[in-house]
Structures are given as structure tokens and as C-alpha cells.
């Protein structure tokens, strides 16, 4: 068995880094291993919620066959009370974004320490092979005694210290102000294996970290999905797919700002997929916030190029390999590209300033590159045993340390 600690729910089609956890829990559960989600705090929408993609437990949520049900009253409050805010019309939430909040920036949460107590008790009682950490900000728990010994990998998503200083340089207030890179080095130092999501992250991990914890690469895989004979796209569409996170809002704003005046007039529209357009407001005419989607597919298969404004490197951009299993190129700004596969036929076309990457959209718009290539590039750089073998190894050639209390199961 395989435990996996994380504060939200895995789930396919959302933001970058869950369906990455969502994609890594996939591939264990169809090898052969027993997977059981730890979720912190309380991560269902409304106090009642469907969700069998995986068995989740945690200290605030209990599942009861399809459906996640809070642990007591007081958790039932505090998500119906969120549940009813999210509900608060577009406008005026827009309006409370404009009092400052837009300014801030969290780079993840640490969970309450009673939360943590919870976890390490139940985890102990199941005795699992492994268990996979989500990010630093759940890598406390390894702390817990009834941890001790046993085998554990964190999936980093990113290196966090660095994206903080990137933010504080163009002006926004991050939180948790204290996470420096010696801060953040202590926490990784926790598990016996890191696991980062493209090359240039475990290199700068390797250095951050002593030689005795593995460091692996375990980039996101992307499965192919050619576009139907009968769909057409739609000449001069755009797309963009992104959750409210403030690396996103900070590229689009740059690209409303600095890039469109460049295309009015052209034809071009733009789609905006996900939480990323209720953050922005007055957008131009020609764009289109569609919100969260039930199928991201259809939308991209209309589409003819999709675009990756974003100013903030680190991590690998999962959604630029969404795009490209989909057929799409993309057209980027350099931090976008960090840490893909170089290959000549990549279907990315970086353009560093404003004006590049305007007349880079203006150009491929007219003569729309063929979907081969963007297919080609998944299947060969990010078929899903290529991109987790390292970490299948980390899980199987680790022995666990036996602890009292601990049984551990052969693999």
C-alpha cells in the first residue's frame, strides 16, 4: 500500500500540479499497488460531495462509498459557509479582489498540527510500503515518531523559495513570508527521496539537499488525444487554461496589457478555461471566460494555438503538455519553457517580448502548424513508464527501517 498526504483532492482536468498527483496515484494504482489519500483540512466543495476516483480519509472527511462526508458538525459549517462565498456573483467578487487581495500571493498552507497528530496515528495503523508527501507544506508529517523509518517521497511541484522571489521582485506579497531556500532545504530533508518534475529542478534540489537523499526526476506524463475528423478548429482562436493562482493572473495581465493591443483587428479571440477569468477584470472584446469545464477536449480541439503568457519560472508548465497532447502549439514566453524536453520539433515557439509574442501568434494563426508533431513530442519524451520509472525504483529499492509499531508489506 501506498499512502498519499496532500490538502486537496486529486482529480484529472483541474489545475497543473492535481492532475499531476492525480496522473502519479493512476499509474501506482494500475501497477499493482494499494493507493489510500490522507487529505488535511477539508477539501470537498459542500458538506455532502462525489468523489470515487480514490479511497480518502483524513481528520476533517469521511468517505461513504461515492461521496465525502465531514467529520462532525463544526467541519460541515466551515465548508458550507465557503461552498455559500463561492457562490457570491462574478462582479463583486471581482470588486473584493480590487481592495488589495490581488497583491498576495500563497505558495501553499501548513497543516494545523492536530491534523498532522491524525495523520502520522492512522498511517501507522495501516502500515503502508510508502508514503508520497505533496509538496513541503505536508513534509512536517514525516516528523511524526510513528513515522520513523518509514519509506517516503515528496513530490515538489516546484522549488518554492525560488518562485517567491520571483513574485517579491515584480511587486506581490508572498506568504509564508519566511520560506527561504535553507527553510525550504529543511523540509525536503525530511523524506528519504525527492521527486522533481523536470531536470533543471533536481539539479538545483541536488544542490539544495544532502548526497545521501535520492533526487529523481518525474515529469508529467501526456497521453495523446488527436483531434476527431469531424471537429474543426476555429480560425484565429486562442486558448488559455489555468486556475486563479497568481502566476497566472500576473501572465495574463502582462498579456491583456503588453500583447493584445497588438491583435485587435487581426480576428483573434481567446477562450479563458478555468478559475484564471474570474480574477481579471474589464477584459477586451473577443475574450471569452468560460470557467471550469466538464471536458477540456472539445475546447482544444477548436482552438488553433494556445498561448503561455507567464513570467514566473520553476516547476514544470503541466498544461503546456495538455495542450500538446491535444495537437496544439504553443506560443511562450522563455519561463514557460523551463524544464521540457529539448527536441527540434517541440511544438512550443518562444517569444521573449511583447511583440514577439504577438506577431509569433499573427503568424501561426494564418498558417496553423499540422497537429503531428505535437502528438510526436508527448508519445516520445512523456509515455507514463518513461516519466515514473525512477520513482517506481525510489518506491521498490528503499528498505524501510523497521520501527516498533510499524509492519511492513513486501511490494
Avoid at 17 to 44: I, K, S, Y
Avoid at 173 to 184: M, N
Wanted: proline residues 10%.
Amino acid at each position: 500500500m501506498i499512502v498519499f498526504v496532500t490538502d486537496e483532492l486529486p482529480k484529472p482536468g483541474t489545475t497543473g500540479h492535481m492532475a499531476f498527483n492525480f496522473a502519479v496515484l493512476d499509474w501506482l494504482r494500475a501497477t499493482g499497488f494499494q493507493v489510500r489519500v490522507f487529505v488535511t483540512g477539508e477539501p470537498q466543495p459542500w458538506p455532502v460531495s462525489r468523489y470515487r476516483l480514490f479511497p480518502v480519509t483524513g481528520p476533517h472527511v469521511v468517505q461513504a462509498g461515492r461521496f465525502l462526508l465531514p467529520r462532525g458538525p463544526v467541519s460541515a459549517l466551515r465548508i458550507l459557509g465557503r461552498a455559500l462565498r463561492r457562490l457570491i456573483p462574478g462582479t463583486l467578487t471581482r470588486r473584493l479582489r480590487k481592495q488589495g487581495l490581488e497583491t498576495a500571493a500563497s505558495l501553499g498552507h501548513f497543516p494545523p498540527a492536530p491534523d498532522l497528530r491524525w495523520c502520522a496515528r492512522a498511517i501507522a495503523r495501516l502500515a503502508p510500503h510508502a508514503v508520497l508527501i505533496d509538496t513541503i507544506f505536508s513534509a512536517p508529517l514525516l516528523a511524526e515518531p510513528e513515522l520513523a523509518g518509514l519509506n517516503s517521497v515528496i513530490l515538489t511541484h516546484d522549488i518554492f523559495h525560488r518562485r517567491a522571489q520571483v513574485l517579491r521582485a515584480v511587486g506581490y506579497q508572498i506568504e509564508p513570508a519566511s520560506l527561504t531556500r535553507e527553510a525550504e532545504a529543511a523540509l525536503l530533508a525530511k523524506a528519504r527521496a525527492i521527486a522533481a518534475i523536470q531536470p533543471s529542478d533536481a539539479a538545483l534540489l541536488r544542490e539544495m539537499c544532502p548526497p545521501s537523499q535520492t533526487v529523481l526526476t518525474a515529469p508529467m506524463p501526456a497521453y495523446p488525444c488527436p483531434r476527431p475528423r469531424l471537429v474543426q478548429r476555429i480560425a484565429g482562436r486562442l486558448v488559455f487554461v489555468g486556475s486563479a493562482s497568481l502566476p497566472n493572473l500576473d501572465g495574463l495581465r502582462w498579456f491583456f496589457t503588453e500583447i493584445w493591443p497588438h491583435l485587435e483587428g487581426t480576428g483573434v479571440t481567446l477562450d479563458l478555461v478555468g478559475e484564471c477569468g474570474l480574477g481579471l477584470r474589464l477584459l477586451p472584446a473577443g475574450v471569452t471566460v468560460r470557467g471550469a469545464v466538464a471536458q477540456l477536449a472539445p475546447i482544444l480541439h477548436r482552438a488553433q494555438l494556445a498561448i503561455a503568457p507567464v513570467r514566473v519560472g520553476s516547476g514544470l508548465k503541466v498544461k503546456l503538455l495538455d495542450y500538446a497532447r491535444h495537437g496544439l502549439y504553443t506560443i511562450a514566453t522563455p519561463e514557460a519553457l523551463e524544464g521540457f524536453t529539448p527536441d527540434p520539433a517541440a511544438p512550443f515557439i518562444a517569444a521573449a517580448s511583447p511583440g514577439a509574442f504577438a506577431q509569433a501568434i499573427i503568424r501561426h494563426v494564418a498558417t496553423p502548424p499540422a497537429p503531428g508533431a505535437a502528438l510526436a513530442y508527448c508519445t516520445q519524451h512523456y509515455g507514463r513508464e518513461a516519466s515514473f520509472q525512477t520513482l517506481r525504483q525510489a518506491l521498490e529499492d528503499q528498505t524501510p527501517t523497521p520501527q516498533p509499531g510499524l509492519r511492513h508489506l513486501p511490494l
